[in-house]
């Protein structure tokens, strides 16, 4: 499976941006799909996950309102949608996929490159 994230980039405080992570491959539908972030100077963190069915979301508490995670499988995409973003959303963002596991350990069986998000106030 092959990741590629995408849709990072410079917002102001209390915008938005919509990210995108693209999969390879026939198997995306069997896989559990999860973002999570890094912020300079500090530890990747779990965000949001979505079941392979998309039946299920989590989110960590810091974004529970304010973001949401879809998923096609007929496209093999998940989406991460980020309203009202915050200075403290800026890192690198990054999607994954397991087959099976906690949604937020992130030893994930492949990860996308990352993507940029830039919040200024």
């Known amino acids: 499976v092959q990741l590629q994230a995408s849709g990072g980039g410079l917002v102001q405080v209390g915008g938005s941006l919509r990210l995108s992570c693209a999969s390879s491959?026939?198997?995306?539908?069997?896989?559990?799909m999860g973002w999570f972030r890094q912020a300079p100077g500090k530890e990747r963190e779990f965000v949001a996950a979505?079941?392979?069915?998309?039946?299920?979301?989590y989110y960590t508490d810091s974004v529970k309102g304010r973001f949401t995670i879809s998923r096609d499988n007929a496209l093999n995409t998940v989406s991460l949608q980020m309203n009202s973003l915050k200075p403290e959303d800026t890192a690198v963002y990054y999607c994954?996929?397991?087959?099976?596991?906690?949604?937020?350990?992130?030893?994930?069986?492949?990860w996308g490159q990352g993507t940029l998000v830039t919040v200024s106030s």
């Open positions: 994954a996929a397991r087959r099976s596991g906690s949604y937020q350990d992130p030893r994930y069986d492949y």
């Open positions: 979505i079941s392979w069915s998309g039946t299920s979301t």
């Open positions: 491959g026939r198997t995306f539908s069997l896989y559990h």
